[in-house]
Structure formats: C-alpha cells, structure tokens
C-alpha cells in the first residue's frame, strides 16, 4: 500500500522560509520523482515543480524560479521543497504527487495517482 505524507507547512512572514517534505512508502522512491502542487482558496490546484529520480528539476511556473529549490533524499525516501522569500502570493495548500516522470521540455509528465494529504502555507504580510 502506497501511502505519501507531507509535513512542514506553517504560517510565515513575507520574506520567509519554510521546508516542506514529502515521504513515500510502499513504492521504489529512487525509482519515482516527485511533484509539487498548491491550490490557493478559490484557486485551481497548479504545479509548481517535479524533481526526478535522478535530481533534475522541472519548473512548471516561473514566479517560484529562484525561491523554491526541490531536493531529494533516498535513503529517507523523503522529498523537500524548499521555499525562500515567501510571499502573500504564495499562500495555498500544497501536495506532493509522485511522478512517474517529471518530462521534459518536450514530454509531458506522467504523473501516479499517489497524493499527499496537503500541508497549508500561509504568508502574512
């Protein structure tokens, strides 16, 4: 049974930091990369980012280009998202979603049906 959870969500000031994760059971994590999505109130759910299995990182949106960093750990089978100078703009729930692959500038990617329950950023200005 496959089961994703996230943590590291919070609430933050504008021109903050947080660190999200991502930890994947019952599936080969090496072998899947893993996507990031936010839905902000009102919002459709967009995304954000996919880091592959073998570290590169797809960006799917630019505002976040330069702020948020994805990283992954292996041997924790636990992706990250790092978020740096944060803004109102960037308040949303944001999920994981393994991937089957991110794709690439001609390739969509392939994403599983394995969500994250979704952990809420909020930025206060």
């Known amino acids: 049974q496959v089961q994703v959870v996230e943590s590291g969500g919070g609430l933050v000031q504008a021109g903050g930091s947080l660190r999200l994760s991502c930890t994947v059971t019952?599936?080969?994590?090496?072998?899947?990369?893993i996507g990031w999505f936010r839905q902000a109130p009102g919002k459709e759910r967009e995304k954000i980012l996919c880091?592959?299995?073998?570290?590169?990182?797809?960006y799917y949106i630019d505002s976040v280009k330069g702020r948020f960093t994805a990283a992954r750990d292996n041997a924790k089978n636990t992706a990250y998202l790092q978020m740096d100078n944060l803004n109102p703009e960037d308040t949303a729930m944001y999920y994981c979603?393994?991937?089957?692959?991110?794709?690439?500038?001609?390739?969509?990617?392939?994403?599983?049906?394995?969500w994250g329950q979704g952990t809420q950023v909020t930025v206060s200005s």
């Open positions: 979603r393994v991937a089957i692959t991110c794709g690439t500038n001609t390739l969509r990617p392939n994403w599983s049906d394995y």
């Open positions: 019952g599936l080969t994590f090496a072998h899947n990369g």
């Open positions: 880091i592959s299995w073998n570290d590169v990182t797809a």
